[in-house]
């Protein structure tokens, strides 16, 4: 099963996806407060809705749908949502970057991005003043379905709700700045997320999925999630030791070699470009780069 999160009777709502048609189920703090049960509602409430015309457009009856053209799209994440971010998870990565003469971190690197900072696809993304451009980060995004204290390995994987793709799109002369990276990594628009899709479709990511970045249809990134070096079941037991993992929280599991900073020259993101995330089982989200102006918006 698929989910967006969407403007719905004046608030953010989730909404079951199926192919263009979406099911507006309950406002996004109620969804979080029993993703399971809401899983086993939306099963049952888009049963046959693919290809079936027939079905109700209007959105005041049970079972009614709306087509996704017509709704405002917004990220799938509570406000009080927490979304930690995996930096240098994938060896090559590692080994393209300025930390490539080190050795592999014994434990991930860990950074927050603000729920402020997220968007969806199709929404242009601004250059920041004094910046060269943006630079593109395609991975996957997990979701946290249930609480999660001091966990083992077992029970973190059993936390997730699901995946979706996300784009880490980062300022990297803010992210230099400094030796934390939080202003890089939370500019206006810069973590678009795709749809979110159920764990029990997508399996476990240490089977393998591909993880493709394009800008303007050319390919920057070609890595796959068997190539990482902390999987999602050990980075959510790690964090759990330390504080309480909640519903609709994101762990957001770092990026395969092909980043724009590290090329030389450099190729980074301008006003016009598209960028674009692929990943198998996920889909496809694409994310137009605009002009400081778009920042008016925030």
């Known amino acids: 099963m698929q989910y967006i999160g969407i403007n719905h009777s004046g608030e953010s709502w989730a909404a079951a996806l199926v192919e263009s048609r979406v099911f507006p189920l309950a406002p996004v703090a109620e969804f979080w407060a029993d993703a399971a049960g809401w899983q086993d509602k939306s099963v049952s409430l888009t049963s046959g809705a693919a290809g079936d015309s027939t079905a109700s457009a209007s959105a005041s009856d049970a079972g009614s749908w709306l087509e996704r053209g017509s709704v405002t799209e917004v990220p799938l994440v ?48 601004p250059v920041p003043a004094g910046e060269d451009g943006l630079d593109w980060e395609g991975e996957v995004a997990a979701y946290i379905g249930q609480r999660v204290e001091s966990a083992d390995g077992a029970e973190a994987g059993d936390a997730v709700f699901g995946y979706s793709t996300f784009n880490d799109i980062t300022a990297r002369r803010a992210q230099k700045l400094t030796s934390q990276w939080t202003l890089g990594k939370n500019g206006d628009f810069t973590g678009p997320l ?14 393998g999925l ?59 993101l301008q006003p016009g470009d598209t960028v674009e995330v692929e990943i198998e089982k996920l889909g496809t989200l694409t994310t137009p780069v605009g002009d400081i102006s778009l920042r008016g918006r925030a």
């Open 194 to 207: 795709g749809p979110l899709v159920s764990r029990d479709e997508v399996g476990d990511l240490r089977d």
């Open 210 to 268: 591909q993880v493709r970045t394009l800008v303007n249809g050319v390919e920057a990134q070609n890595g796959n999630t068997r190539d990482m070096i902390f999987s999602v079941p050990a980075i959510i037991s790690l964090i759990s030791q330390t504080l309480t993992l909640h519903p609709g929280d994101v762990i957001a599991t770092g990026t395969p070699e092909g980043v724009g900073y590290a090329r030389t020259p450099q190729w980074l």
């Open 78 to 125: 509570p406000a009080s949502a927490r979304v930690i971010c995996v930096g240098l998870n994938y060896k090559a990565h590692v080994a393209e970057g300025s930390y490539k003469d080190q050795e592999l971190p014994p434990y991930p690197t860990l950074f927050g991005r603000w729920t402020a900072s997220l968007s969806v696809g199709n929404v242009p993304v």
